[in-house]
């Protein structure tokens, strides 16, 4: 097991630098499969996630090149045979291979995706999609059969703006016959990411971003190359980090746009912040103002972002709220926050109550998922005292080299086996 051991009060200052965003990332690799010819993705960040998508690809006998941030893939000679179990729980994006394998073979089978346990994560919306272009979907246990004559284009409504089901949704009906207009599509970034990839390969995609998105689908995809936005949670949390303990923190590599909900609440709570067009300059305040946060899909505030920010409310002078709206298992950092001091009360299964300011203390707490373990780790940050995060594999799924940024930044932060 891996752990992270904080001495915390240092200050930070100097630049951060965001990497490639995980949860693009993590669609643009499968995304690779509709092609037949070789494709090029650059900014791909260092992270077990992406391990785990590349041992797919393997499996799958894609040839795959990796040099620093660039992998080029090449799925000319990929079949499409079963994705063992072992393999596609390692995370939540291994369904995206669902929706590639399904588009180009019409044919896949492989289990549930796995990913972090903060609530029960269905995924009916992306077999209602799959059904809707044709698809005839066997469900057992926890295994997946999903084949098709032929994948035709549809109008689909979701039933909510699922991220998961929008990407899967528009990888098979790029290459399905006729037109599909995908209705109450969820609007991030990243969904922008990934249909600009395609529409490089020679897709016909319009609209992604909005809740409406049309697809008029083609036999072929040609090579095409994609460049991977900046992480916007990992950007939010370093600027969390600032708000915390930062003097000139510096996050480079940002697309503030992206993270304009959280902007706008920190400076509601009187944080210094400066926006330029690719970097934030933000600074502690000893004047933080509560506040109350729901989260919600994008342009919405992110539900990735909640738990580190839940730090900074913590360091408030007054009472604020926070109403959790997409998982209903999100709060698990709250008593390992209470242990280190933090006086956060739970109202019901989604709202907390924080009451601050506090002095985090260090002690023993775990990373219970990626972004809790994220909140451990701002919260071991300005904590007296040394914090000892467990399971630390998590925090490493999703930010690349932290322990390096962090250090740069004047952090006193180690990750040691133990
Ligand atoms: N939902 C359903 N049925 C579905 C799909 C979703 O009920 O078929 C529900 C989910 O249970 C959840 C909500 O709809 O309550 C939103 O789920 P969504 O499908 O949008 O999430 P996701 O695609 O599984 C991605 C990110 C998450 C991020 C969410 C929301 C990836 C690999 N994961 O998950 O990232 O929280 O969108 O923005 O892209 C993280 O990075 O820490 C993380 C959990």
Same mark, same amino acid.
């Given at each position: ?197 395609? +529409? &490089? /390969? =020679? !897709?016909? $995609? ?6 409406? %998105? @049309? *697809?008029? #689908? ?119 926050? +209470? &242990? /280190? =001091? !933090?006086? $956060? ?6 709202? %907390? @109550? *924080?009451? #601050? ?62």
């Amino acid at each position: 097991m891996k752990q992270i051991v904080i001495n915390g009060g240092k200050t930070l200052s100097g630049d951060i630098a965001v990497s490639g965003a995980k949860n693009s990332a993590v669609a643009l690799i499968p995304a690779a499969l509709l092609s037949n010819e070789k494709v090029t993705i650059t900014g791909i960040p260092s992270i077990s996630d992406i391990n785990a998508l590349n041992e797919i690809l393997e499996y799958l006998d894609a040839a795959v090149l990796i040099k620093d941030d660039v992998i080029k893939i090449d799925a000319s000679n990929v079949i499409s045979k079963e994705i063992p179990e072992s393999i596609s729980v390692k995370l939540r994006a291994s369904y995206y291979f669902m929706s590639a394998l399904l588009s180009r073979y019409k044919h896949v089978e492989m289990y549930f995706p796995g990913g972090c346990a903060i609530g029960a994560r269905p995924i009916d919306q992306t077999l209602k999609g799959f059904r809707a272009l044709g698809a005839t979907v066997i469900e057992k246990d926890n295994h997946f059969k999903i084949f098709a004559k032929e994948l035709k284009g549809t109008y689909i409504y979701l039933d909510m703006p699922s991220v998961g089901a929008t990407i899967n949704t528009l990888l098979v009906a790029t290459r399905a016959q006729g037109e599909t207009i995908i209705e109450n599509a969820a609007r991030e970034p990243e969904i922008v990411n990934v249909a600009n990839f395609l +529409n &490089s /390969m =020679g !897709a016909k $995609i319009t609209g992604a971003g909005t809740s409406k %998105i @049309k *697809i008029i #689908g083609v036999d072929y995809l040609k090579s095409g190359f994609a460049e991977v936005i900046p992480d916007r949670i990992e950007a939010g949390t370093y600027v969390i980090a600032g708000a915390l303990i930062g003097d000139d923190l510096n996050i480079k590599n940002v697309i503030p746009e992206h993270i304009e909900n959280l902007i706008l609440k920190l400076k509601e709570m009187n944080v210094p912040i400066k926006v330029n067009s690719t970097n934030i300059i933000v600074s502690k305040t000893n004047n933080l103002q509560p506040t109350n946060i729901r989260t919600s899909g994008y342009p919405g505030f992110p539900t990735d972002l909640q738990q580190p920010l839940t730090v900074l409310l913590s360091m408030a002078h007054g009472v604020s709220t926070l109403e959790e709206t997409i998982y209903e298992n999100r709060f698990q950092n709250i008593p390992y926050l +209470n &242990s /280190m =001091g !933090a006086n $956060i009360e739970q109202l019901s299964q989604h709202i %907390i @109550k *924080i009451k #601050g300011p506090c002095q985090y203390q260090g002690g023993t707490v775990l990373a219970t998922d990626l972004r809790a373990g994220a909140s451990m780790i701002l919260a071991g940050l300005i904590a007296e005292k040394t914090t000892y995060i467990d399971k630390a594999e998590h925090v490493l799924r999703g930010y690349e080299k932290i322990e390096e940024k962090l250090k740069q930044a004047g952090a006193d932060i180690t990750i040691v086996d133990i």
